[in-house]
């Protein structure tokens, strides 16, 4: 079955850096979009970022766009939460998530395949 496992979620300091990955298993995954999402306590889970896995196009929340950089490494299976310049309003829990590509790639609801989360905490 497919599995995606999150690492890399931490605490920093505002203004400080995180990398986030996913390591994603149990299908081939070309034709997919990767995304990451995030949960603030007491909001609903948000995009964040995807990535498509075939060609490579990225897709940005405005939030996070110019600070966040998602990327994928084909011969791994694993993709890729580069996060700079961090704001105490990025803490959450971070989530990977995949589903077969169409050009709807922000609603939570579309997507099958979900990681367990993250915590990535940024002080002020």
């Known amino acids: 079955q497919v599995q995606l496992v999150e690492s890399g979620g931490g605490l920093v300091q505002a203004g400080g850096s995180l990398r986030l990955s996913c390591a994603a298993s149990g299908r081939a995954f070309t034709g997919y979009l990767m995304a990451w999402f995030r949960q603030a306590p007491g909001k609903e889970r948000e995009f964040v970022a995807a990535?498509?896995?075939?060609?490579?196009?990225?897709f940005y929340s405005d939030s996070v766009k110019g600070r966040f950089t998602v990327s994928r490494g084909n011969a791994k299976n694993m993709v890729y939460l580069q996060m700079n310049s961090l704001k105490p309003e990025d803490t959450a829990v971070y989530y990977c998530?995949?589903?077969?590509?169409?050009?709807?790639?922000?609603?939570?609801?579309?997507?099958?395949?979900w990681g367990q989360g993250t915590q990535v905490t940024v002080s002020s």
């Open positions: 998530a995949s589903k077969p590509y169409t050009n709807v790639y922000y609603r939570t609801k579309h997507y099958n395949y």
């Open positions: 990535i498509t896995w075939s060609t490579g196009s990225t």
